[in-house]
C-alpha cells in the first residue's frame, strides 16, 4: 500500500478490510449491508448504464440484483494500491470480479478493476464513490 500522507496504521487496515466487508454482504445477498457501506451520498458506476448517486438507490439496486442476475453469485477481489489524500479520506484500487456457481477463479470475461474513494466518518470507513470495469485481455 501506497500513501501520498502518513496515516495511522489502523486507519490503513481498515481501508483494506472495505473490500472485505463488500465480499461479506455479497455473499449473504444482503442489499442493506452492502448500501451501509456508503455514506448517504456515495455512488456507484457500473459497467453499462448504472450510475447511482445516494445509499438508498444503491440499496434498492442491489435488493432487485440480488433477486436477478446477482442471486446466488459471490465476489472476490484483493487491493492493487491505497493513496490517502489527508487522514480522513482516501483512493483505494482493487481487482476481483464475481463468481457464479461453483467457480473458484474469476473467469478472464468477469475480471474487474475498481476505484474507491472512502471517507472517514465518526471513527469508521465509507464508500463515497465506486467505480468498476472489465479488465480487457487479449
Not at 89 to 105: A, H, K, N, P, R
Request: charged residues 20%; glycine residues 8%; without cysteine.
Amino acid at each position: 500500500m501506497s500513501s501520498t500522507v502518513s496515516v495511522a496504521a489502523e486507519d490503513v487496515a481498515a481501508v483494506q478490510a472495505v473490500p472485505a466487508r463488500m465480499i461479506a454482504a455479497w455473499s449473504k445477498n444482503d442489499a442493506d449491508a452492502f448500501a451501509d457501506l456508503f455514506t448517504e451520498d456515495g455512488s456507484m458506476v457500473l459497467p453499462g448504464d448504472v450510475y447511482l448517486n445516494t445509499r438508498e438507490e444503491i440499496r434498492a439496486f442491489m435488493s432487485k440484483a440480488y433477486a436477478g442476475p446477482y442471486q446466488g453469485t459471490r465476489v472476490t477481489g484483493s487491493p492493487l494500491s491505497a493513496k490517502f489524500i489527508n487522514q480522513d479520506s482516501g483512493v483505494l484500487v482493487t481487482q476481483g470480479g464475481v463468481l457464479y456457481g461453483d467457480e473458484t477463479d474469476v473467469t478472464e470475461a468477469n475480471k474487474i478493476r475498481a476505484t474507491w474513494v472512502l471517507a472517514k466518518k465518526d471513527g469508521a470507513w465509507f464508500i463515497t464513490a465506486y467505480h468498476n470495469s472489465p479488465v480487457q485481455t487479449g
